[in-house]
DNA sequence: GATGAATGAGATTTCATTCAT
DNA sequence: CATGAATGAAATCTCATTCAT
């Protein structure tokens, strides 16, 4: 009857499965749960989805995507590396403080027996460390940053990104999201910027 | 019947359902798996606790106790703030590449059904940040460390240094445990020391 | 769109259900199946059945009434009781070595709960056995048969059939079908027959 | 509290399976159904068995060795081929028609999605004819049978006791266990005996 | 203390059948 | 006629917890 719920069904699912899985986890995110989350029945879960596992897969599939493309288009609008870095920086606090339910599904578990997290480490965790470990990359070939490990960079960059947006996401407010991008930014740029440039 | 074997059962439990949560969660460590890793029968563990919740509970609360006073114990051994914030690096990348079980309950799992995040997040996590956090405001006062965020400092220390390990314990060896040391030292330092100290 | 395609509905699900429940019996062959085999909806079933149940009965029903219709016919044009016989046995692996999941569905699948086994035997296996004894019982007024137990003789005529009908199709090839025939002819007409005829 | 409650719950589902499996088959009994047979919970199934289909091995490897061994013990009491043959359709009309449901578990179908047909052909079907062609095999070695076909007559020998006997089971009593029995042993022994012997 | 058989609630998955289009 | 999304009941299987021994 009303238009909102005739949406796309398939995409219904695969929100819901989101928000009931921020909870606590693919585990314990129960397909009873999500059929009354998506606001249908159990039995056409399995219409979209061969599994609840294949569902999962799903989600993260095409919120890994998005991410990505997301990601790209904010990021290359910016010329240095330095101003690539402060981008990626910014994107990462914008993406992960709004869409709080991506956030868990994504970053916020080591491991779940229905989505391993080597896998989310392979496929999503670790290409996006890597696509920041370029960008520093870049700015040291370009003489813009200093010769640092890249690697252990990009890596501690994305840790304590993680560290404090989880802070925020259970509500411990020690903090504004501005705060903690600034002391973030000038952890970084402090150890990697030539004092000229 | 044999001595060895009798003692502590309670003991025995405990470490066995550490051992069973590190592969999966608190949630997938099944009573039947526990028992059999402790070699002792499913109903015993309701003689020592409870329920598998109090278990778990009892798990994260003693090994919380046990990892504080080791903390302590290691970082006070330092006597300036500079000191005693390279023993935390030290002594968290030593505590974490050995016992790599309890690294996985304390720190690795956002949420769980069993266990919530919450909680371990503020039996835990938050009282570790705080330590650190501690450390910094010593040192700022002290006139040894700049004046920095030092909340955000700390979560970003306590976020990077947890990001690589995990990328360790997954067997991603992209750096030794030194070269991810020494990379993390000096971010940290860079921004917070004095020149003149 | 095409006629070919067109050509009766009806039939061509007749057929998907044959092919679909010999694999596995009534109960397992499924509507979703069922169609895809048929290469038409799940919905469209139910536009010329009232459930799976009467369709399965249908399916029993009209290749019973092929089968006894090609039956009476090879049969009758034998004139003594012996040519009888021996075209009962000859129709009988002709048709089913032939046809082999109708084999299955009239035969093979004794008792389901979707058609249940009294039901197949007592509207096809039993009014098959009878059809054989009354041959035989013809042969035995005319003196061309000795006087046997007709009625035991035709259901072990038809348990033997089956028998060595199944083996092979199940791939047990220790004979040819041939030598089978022959064994099965030698061992009823040394029993039957009259030494004069 | 009852005596014969206490007795092993193992053999009792065993029993159960039996039972409702010989209603519908394999597919059809459910755990539901044979737990409330076995007068317990469905749960404790899968304290004795890992799987719905590991129990129905069970039942029929258990079932086929109590056959067997009861065959080759009843079997080889005697002495020339004549008796032996004699004594295994004494023997299987004995045992079908007194335990009925493993007649139907053994015997009664071609084919379950649970135990497919192929595996009871493979082991205990084909196994059994080929145990009856051995004696036929002997007396034709030992010139008390004719040079038959040893093959196609074991297999009819077994069709044509299994096909009377369903008759029985479903309630078609066209005849006495004795009056078919009878018949089979005349149709045998008239193509196989030599006169003079 | 210690065992492990037994329970029962609940999870995932399947599938005949219906119904809006 | 025809489709296939949607339902809901039921089936298999899991597991924390209890309890007689």
């Known amino acids: 009857m009303q238009e909102t719920i005739m949406i796309d069904m398939r995409e219904r699912i695969i929100e819901a499965a989101i928000t009931v899985a921020a909870r606590w986890g693919f585990t314990q995110a129960t397909t009873k749960e999500i059929a ?4 249908c029945s159990e039995g056409i879960i399995y219409h979209y989805f061969t599994s609840k596992h294949e569902l999962f897969l799903a989600v993260i599939r095409e919120n890994a995507e998005e ?7 904010e990021v290359n609008a910016g010329e240095t590396a330095g101003e690539r870095l402060e981008r990626i920086i910014d994107f990462h606090f914008h993406y992960f403080t709004g869409k709080i339910h991506i956030f868990q599904i994504l970053f916020g578990k080591t491991g779940d027996a229905i989505v391993p997290f080597p896998y989310v480490l392979k496929t999503i965790i670790l290409p996006y460390q ?3 470990e370029r960008v520093i990359v870049q700015g040291i070939h370009s003489d813009e940053f200093h010769q640092l490990n890249s690697n252990v960079l990009s890596s501690s960059l994305l840790g304590m990104m993680q560290f404090n947006i989880i802070k925020l996401h259970f509500g411990v407010k020690d903090n504004t999201v501005d705060e903690i991008k600034n002391t973030v930014k000038y952890l970084i740029f402090k150890s990697l910027v030539n004092k000229k440039s």
Do not use: C, P, T, V
């Open 36 to 39: 009354r989350e998506a606001g």
């Open 67 to 73: 991410f990505f493309s997301q990601l790209k288009l």
């Open 130 to 132: 890597r696509f920041i």
